[in-house]
């Protein structure tokens, strides 16, 4: 099976812009979660969506929202950009929240200047 | 929420020898645990993971061992090699519930 992909790969963005990552899970998975890295900080979680339905909700500002169509590829928006938001975003994918085992897409390299 | 912290933050070991990483979490109800292994420029890949009900469990050099009344969680890498370096991340969670990560530790194998 392909695994979970990210696009786009790298992205320069401007404070104040908004921008919108994509994710497509394993098929067959049907649970993304969406994590920001970086350093010194970890993997921090942002949501999880499963069967278009946002499950869990990290500490994260309302500026940073997501979706999940119905074919399981999910969305990340991020809304007027600040610096801080700088990072590796990463998304995993696993058959459903029952299923314990996720797997990491490549993620995209955001940079806010 | 749960809390996961991990220590240390970096290590270095000569190749050969064994590296220790450990994490402590304070919710009781988590009950899974796995370990990733994140290359330069890499997604992180699971590498190894421990359910609750166990207390030990092994994978060639690689060992993960539990103690659930102190909380904390520690990956054993033994005869370690320049291959093993790399960030390695513990994370914790509970059934169907979202993953909480410690910030990872930075391995580096000395040839």
């Known amino acids: 099976k392909a695994g979970v992909t990210q696009t786009p790969r790298y992205l320069i963005k401007t404070r104040g812009q908004q921008v919108t990552l994509s994710c497509s899970p394993i098929s067959g998975h049907r649970s993304v979660s969406w994590y920001q890295q970086t350093p010194g900080q970890g993997l921090q979680f942002l949501f999880e969506?499963?069967?278009?339905?946002?499950?869990n909700k990290g500490n994260f500002p309302g500026r940073f929202s997501g979706r999940q169509f119905s074919n399981s590829r999910s969305e990340m928006n991020v809304s007027t950009l600040e610096l801080g938001d700088s990072a590796l975003y990463l998304c995993a994918s696993r058959p459903g929240p029952s299923q314990e085992t996720q797997y990491f897409g490549p993620g995209t390299r955001l940079l806010v200047l | 929420g749960e809390n996961v912290e991990q220590h240390p933050s970096t290590l270095s070991v000569q190749e050969g020898d064994s590296a220790v990483i450990k994490c402590t979490y304070s919710?009781?109800?988590?009950?899974?645990f796995p370990w990733y292994k994140q290359e330069l420029g890499k997604r992180p890949q699971l590498i190894i993971d421990?359910?609750?009900?166990?207390g030990e469990k092994k994978d060639q050099r690689i060992a993960v061992t539990l103690n659930k009344t102190a909380k904390h969680f520690s990956l054993h890498i033994t005869e370690t090699q320049p291959e093993d370096s790399a960030v390695y991340f513990c994370?914790?969670?509970?059934?169907?519930?979202?993953?909480?990560f410690g910030t990872g530790t930075s391995l580096t194998v000395i040839p």
């Open positions: 919710d009781s109800a988590s009950n899974y």
């Open positions: 421990i359910r609750s009900n166990v």
């Open positions: 969506y499963f069967s278009e339905t946002q499950r």
């Open positions: 994370a914790a969670s509970m059934t169907g519930n979202q993953f909480y």
